[in-house]
């Protein structure tokens, strides 16, 4: 796990900000930290960092705890904030270079690495105008830029496409998604557009009033009604059956022989008797949560 | 911290508010040594005691001295340096992005305070290397070395005097949110302490102890005295009083007291040592203001929180 965070609180004055939180994160994977404005995303973010303490709570990133080692997580992980803001009269070079001295990385090895961020999220053109006749849009492509010259373990981006048209969000999230593919970073990105982040994450949590109300695969989450179920010694023949079968959702290893099965209401005898025919245990039978459509009405239309 | 050093002094060198106000300064400080040269020309006999040391405090003609321009003059620049220190930082949104770097957060305002006292410091060195090249050009010989030690110690206490300034702007920073503020802060706090503390002390010493031009020396004493234990109060005024002795050899303290005391003119130059000490406690005083105003900005911003929104 990459973050670990137990029973996190956070009061502002008289708010709870956070209420209980519990978080954990794997190596390499996508993590959608959803919510409506206000419901503790930056908050979470900023203790993860280091650069809030948390009122009550443990927390683990990348090994460290934050409060004690604040530059040892910061040097591992790459943060974009909500409102990712820069030196104006500076060009983007010269903004991403002031980054890289504070990280202390070698001026020849910064230059290379300036070169190819810039280059990935396609401003190579424009590095030596000043940030100030940039667009939204290309500011919020330089700040991903600006977490890619850390080449972090962990990049954080908070609202990476908020005020965005929804052609460049979506670009900006498969940029994302590619450089997760190719850099084998871990992302946490938090956003109050579930429809349109949940396409790239492997994972995503709800987050509402401080603690969340649903976490899961999106896959798992989008799938109307039925059961989850867990699968203990699955052999590859059971495995290919399941996922055959009509009735269920998907099939997803998550450990060797272990299977996580998502599955329709009617599905249940039929699994059973997969079970019974291919050997394997059945860990875990339960319904499923609400669907991320239930929970955007729920939640986010409130 | 290094890093944060370099940046902000090319930021501030290579700004125009900076180009701007030094530009003044330096073409005062020329002005006024070019008119200082002039006199001596015309009363050769001054060249005699500290040519350069009166350069820069006679008042030649209409112009106030020197010494005077930089005591009202200087605070400007250097307020004007530090007012948006950190809070153009949240304002832009910088903040959260530099601080989720691995520095320490103290380092980020050290950092800013020294290079706005570097700046500073390349304003007052190069004023002097104007004063020494006029001077060298004018008067054909360079100062001898007493001359040069209290121009050194009078560097020293300039900056200490600007950095006083740089953190209050600093201060201002923290304290205020958005840049406006506080540069109107700045400016007024400025103009009370260079201007209103002057005529306020006048004022109140008046009422408090009438004068009038018959009164008895006593009366004037009191008066003068009420007058120099409010403006004690003002940085200006400690400057002031602490650098006269730097630069002007025979000067033996402010009150009429001193005068009284000694009755005659006193002639003969004290050396550096016992000047320094007619001004200890103002210079002392001068440099608590300037520990106590970014101690307060330094804290101020250690624990303020960092979110933008
Ligand atoms: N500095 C602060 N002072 C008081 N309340 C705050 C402060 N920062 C955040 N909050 C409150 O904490 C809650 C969570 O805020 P935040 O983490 O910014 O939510 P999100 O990022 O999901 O929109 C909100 O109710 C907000 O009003
Ligand atoms: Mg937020």
Not at chain 2, 155 to 178: E, K, N, P, Q, T
Not at chain 2, 221 to 247: G, K, M
């Amino acid at each position: 796990m990459i973050v670990e965070a137990k029973g996190l609180k956070k009061r502002y004055n008289s708010v709870w900000a956070l209420d209980g939180l519990d978080l954990a994160i794997a190596d390499g994977e996508i993590y959608g930290l959803l919510g409506p404005n206000g419901s503790g995303k930056t908050t979470t973010i900023l203790i993860l960092l280091g650069l809030t303490e948390p009122t009550a709570g443990e927390v683990r990133v990348c090994g460290y705890d934050p409060v004690r080692q604040p530059l040892a997580v910061k040097r591992l992980v790459g943060y974009m904030p909500e409102k990712v803001g820069f030196y104006e009269e500076l060009s983007a070079y010269e903004n991403l270079r002031f980054i890289t001295r504070l990280n202390g990385i070698p001026e020849a090895e910064a230059n290379r690495r300036i070169g190819e961020a810039l280059e990935h999220v396609g401003l190579k053109d424009v590095a030596q105008r000043p940030v100030a006749t940039f667009s939204h849009g290309m500011r919020q492509r330089l700040g991903l830029a600006d977490v890619l010259v850390k080449k972090p373990k962990l990049a954080i981006l908070d609202e990476p496409t908020s005020g965005i048209d929804p052609e460049g969000a979506a670009q900006i999230l498969d940029l994302i998604r590619r450089l997760r593919d190719e850099a084998g970073m871990t992302v946490l990105l938090s956003s109050h557009l579930l429809h349109q982040v949940q396409r790239i994450c492997d994972r995503v949590g709800i987050l509402h009033r401080g603690h969340l109300v649903a976490e899961g695969r999106v896959a798992e989450l989008t799938a109307p009604g039925g059961y989850v179920a867990r699968i203990g010694q699955a052999s590859p023949i059971l495995r290919a059956r399941l996922e055959a079968a009509d009735w269920t959702h998907s099939v997803e290893e998550m450990q060797p022989q272990e299977l996580q099965v998502t599955l329709t209401e009617g599905g249940r005898a039929e699994l059973l008797r997969f079970v019974a025919e291919e050997g394997g245990v059945i860990l875990e039978l339960r319904p499923k949560q609400p669907t991320l459509e239930e929970i955007y009405l729920r939640y986010f239309q409130g | 911290m290094r890093v944060i050093v370099w940046k902000e002094l090319a930021d501030h060198l290579g700004s125009r508010r900076f180009f701007i106000l030094s530009l003044i300064i330096l073409v005062v400080a020329g002005t006024s040594v070019y008119l200082g040269i002039q006199g001596f020309q015309q009363n050769p006999a001054a060249v005699q005691e500290f040519p350069y040391l009166r350069l820069l405090t006679t008042a030649p003609g209409a112009l106030p001295s020197f010494l005077s321009f930089l005591a009202f003059f200087g605070p400007l620049l250097a307020v004007l340096l530090g007012f948006d220190a950190v809070n153009s930082e949240f304002t832009r949104g910088t903040v959260s992005r530099v601080l989720a770097q691995p520095i320490y957060r103290d380092a980020w305002i050290n950092g800013k305070f020294l290079a706005g006292l570097g700046t500073l410091g390349v304003v007052v060195v190069s004023i002097v290397l104007l004063i020494f090249g006029l001077g060298l050009f004018a008067l054909g010989f360079p100062p001898d070395g007493p001359e040069l030690a209290r121009l050194a110690v009078f560097l020293v206490v300039a900056l200490i005097y600007l950095g006083f300034w740089l953190a209050l702007g600093i201060l201002y920073s923290v304290l205020f949110r958005s840049p406006a503020s506080s540069a109107l802060a700045a400016v007024a706090t400025w103009l009370f302490f260079t201007l209103f503390l002057y005529m306020i002390a006048g004022v109140v010493a008046d009422q408090v102890v009438p004068v009038r031009a018959d009164s008895p020396a006593e009366a004037w004493l009191r008066n003068e005295n009420l007058r120099n234990s409010i403006l004690r109060f003002s940085p200006v005024a400690l400057f002031e009083e602490a650098t006269l002795p730097i630069l002007v050899p025979t000067y033996r303290g402010l009150s009429l007291l001193a005068l009284l005391a000694q009755p005659g003119v006193p002639t003969n130059p004290l050396p550096l040592g016992q000047s320094l000490l007619v001004g200890w406690p103002q210079l002392v005083g001068l440099l608590a203001l300037t520990s106590v105003c970014f101690a307060a900005a330094y804290l101020g911003f250690m624990r303020r929180e960092i979110r933008t929104s």
